[in-house]
């Protein structure tokens, strides 16, 4: 496996270690954290760490492959798939926190999905179609939406959310439904590649 790839699939191990860490504070068995006053702040720089290090992976393995010239037609569809993966998983415990709304992420993983399988589609005509601007426009969002639910969470944590919570809490909810709808419109870009490609 190229280097570029590697750093894909390290994003793909930390997506459920994420999950696990993210939850591991919530468990509360015959309620026995509450006994324990900041229990769940230990998560939050760990959580924070995974994160950040499975974003930088997302930006330097473009950088890697373009660099050491190993982009292939397995590097544009692992890479994508590795940032769903991901992503999906991130808005799945902000989901089940309650932070994030379940009816934007059904419309979410049905635009991944939809971009799935027209990229199988794509291979069917041997065309490995990689990320256009749209999509990444789209990243970008959900980064932003997941860093503020984040911080969120992470304010939740440490101590009395307070005024600030609500105020970051809106804010992500806000990143979210916009990335929602530029998934939408950037699955549209998607589908008209395809039908040009016919």
Not at 34 to 57: N, Q
Not at 67 to 88: I, N
Not at 126 to 154: D, F, N, Q
Request: aromatic fraction near 14%; glycine fraction near 6%.
């Amino acid at each position: 496996m190229k280097a570029a790839n590697k750093l894909s699939a390290l994003r793909i191990i930390l997506a459920p270690v994420f999950f696990i860490i993210y939850f591991v504070p919530l468990w509360n068995p015959a309620g026995l954290i509450r006994h324990f006053p900041g229990f769940s702040a230990w998560s939050v720089p760990v959580l924070w760490f995974v994160f950040i290090v499975s974003e930088l992976t997302d930006m330097f393995d473009g950088m890697v492959a373009r660099k050491r010239k190993e982009v292939s037609d397995f590097g544009k569809l692992f890479d994508p798939f590795a940032d769903t993966l991901v992503q999906l998983t991130f808005f799945l415990c902000f989901v089940l926190d309650g932070i994030f709304p379940a009816i934007l992420y059904i419309l979410v993983i049905y635009r991944e999905f939809g971009i799935l399988f027209l990229r199988n589609l794509m291979l069917r005509k041997g065309i490995a179609m990689g990320a256009r601007m749209a999509g990444k426009v789209k990243t970008v969002a959900y980064i932003s939406a997941c860093a503020l639910a984040l911080l969120a969470v992470s304010i939740r944590r440490i101590g009395p959310a307070g005024r600030l919570g609500t105020v970051v809490s809106a804010a992500a909810l806000a990143v979210f439904a916009v990335s929602a709808a530029l998934a939408v419109f950037s699955f549209a870009d998607y589908v008209r590649v395809y039908r040009s490609a016919k």
